[in-house]
């Protein structure tokens, strides 16, 4: 059995057939275990609608590969809750965090099976109200997914603006799409995606209040030991972006 130690530093990426000597000359400056920045993609579709929030197949699967190439090592949500928890905690050397927003069916049928092929995993914020809608993933995919390791957060009930909300509707948007999805997974759920990145004093009072533990923004960025665990900073992926390094380093700010 692994201890936990050793899971935080697992890897859930294969290493490419990079040689060493390849990526000393190529991979950027790593502090080793020491590295305390984790960059947070948000992808949201994966397939062939125009929106600019859906990447191509080809190209998610180039994403990923490019990231392998480079030594990231994608970690589970549960790995970024452990790192949240104690800032000191081992990491992988080039820890990623890839999240999705919005739970379109495509993350089941186009971005999963790429993840599986890579061996690499990510995390699904999910509308439960949308769970019963035909383009959106059902508690089966979902479990599905959830067995072959893949992490799930709430992202609201309803999609709506948290920051705009009442106290009493922000409190029924975080607590019964926490319960729906914990249902489903059959396991606690405590971290959120604030739905188009809107948040504030109360959202966060809530959100600790209720069970969470873990908030993510879409304000870019990086995050870093300092960064509030309920202010995470995520990079958002879009339709025409160029190589994803250049993504991370620009909108990473590093
Ligand atoms: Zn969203």
Not at 77 to 93: A, G, K, T, V
């Amino acid at each position: 059995m692994l201890s936990r130690r050793s899971f935080i530093k697992m890897c859930a990426s294969t290493f490419v057939s990079v040689s060493y000597a390849e990526l000393l000359f190529q991979v950027p400056t790593s502090s080793g275990s020491g590295n305390r920045q984790i960059p947070v993609l948000v992808y949201h579709r994966v397939g062939y609608t125009t929106d600019n929030f859906t990447v191509t197949p080809e190209r998610f699967t180039t994403d990923l590969e490019t990231l392998q190439y480079y030594g990231y090592c994608a970690i589970s949500l549960e790995q970024m809750q452990s790192f949240l928890e104690d800032r000191n905690i081992e990491m992988p050397d080039k820890p990623i965090l890839i999240t999705f927003d919005d739970g379109y069916l495509d993350n089941f049928e186009n971005a999963y099976p790429i993840l599986k092929k890579h061996n690499m995993i990510a995390t699904f914020f999910i509308i439960t109200d949308k769970l019963w809608t035909p383009d959106r993933l059902t508690p089966q995919r979902i479990v599905e997914m959830a067995e072959g390791g893949m992490s799930f957060g709430s992202h609201t009930v309803t999609h709506r603006r948290l920051g705009e909300l009442t106290w009493e509707e922000i409190r029924e948007e975080l607590t019964i799409s926490k319960a729906v999805l914990e249902s489903v997974l059959g396991k606690t759920v405590t971290a959120i995606a604030y739905p188009q990145g809107s948040y504030n004093d109360n959202v966060i009072t809530l959100a600790k209040n209720l069970g969470y533990t873990t908030g993510f923004t879409v304000r870019e960025g990086i995050c870093r030991k300092e960064s509030p665990e309920f202010e995470l900073r995520r990079i958002p992926i879009f339709k025409y972006d160029g190589g994803i390094r250049g993504v991370i380093a620009n909108r990473g700010g590093i």
